[in-house]
């Protein structure tokens, strides 16, 4: 503990801090908690977006693997779709916290980008299920990077809350307590020197 000269005033500022510091462990625990549970609401989400992601890549590549056999190579016909650039990246805030919020263009792939003559449904359904899949990604890696920004604060905020709860507050506490007990032993002591300050006189008078 840092050496506190005893003083009413310091008495004052010391437990005003400590009233801070309370405070603000307070504010960092139930913001930790509203953390969290964001958290892991994203987590059980992503865990669902992974299975549909696995169940939509398997459609998908039947369907290509089936027009392929018809149709042979399919990049002929894949290079003439357009590149989507439609993807756009805002954000929100979580408890001060900026988590990402991922859109993408609701285009669908439109038969005229490849022609109908020389390809066949199959190779419609790939495109449409792989159009899926690009959603699903934009969707995952959404919530991916969220949890990890989420994380971050969520052990930067913990960090803090325990800095507050196992050092300042203790600290101040302690420098509470010993400034109050200064303070009481001096209060007994001036009582004292008046008590023997009063008899003196009182025997001088006498």
Do not use: H, W
Request: proline share 2%.
């Amino acid at each position: 503990m840092a050496q506190v000269f005893p003083t009413k005033a310091n008495l004052l500022n010391t437990k005003k801090s400590l009233e801070l510091a309370k405070l603000g462990y307070d504010l960092m625990d139930r913001k930790r908690n509203i953390l969290v549970r964001e958290m892991m609401s994203l987590i059980d989400e992503a865990k669902q977006v992974q299975q549909q992601i696995g169940e939509v890549y398997a459609a998908a590549y039947s369907a290509l693997k089936t027009a392929s056999l018809n149709l042979g190579d399919c990049s002929r016909f894949a290079g003439a779709i357009p590149v989507d650039d439609s993807v756009s990246v805002d954000y929100r805030s979580v408890m001060g916290v900026e988590v990402p919020t991922v859109t993408i263009g609701d285009r669908q792939t439109d038969v005229r980008d490849f022609g109908f003559l020389a390809t066949n449904s199959d190779f419609d359904e790939a495109c449409l299920r792989f159009g899926e899949v690009k959603r699903l990604t934009v969707r995952l890696a959404q919530i991916e990077s969220s949890v990890y920004r989420l994380a971050d604060a969520v052990k930067k905020t913990q960090k803090r809350s325990n800095a507050l709860n196992n050092i300042m507050i203790p600290r101040l506490t302690s420098t509470v307590k010993f400034i109050t007990e200064a303070l009481d032993e001096k209060e007994r002591e001036d009582f004292s020197r008046l008590k023997v300050t009063k008899r003196f006189k009182e025997k001088k008078n006498n």
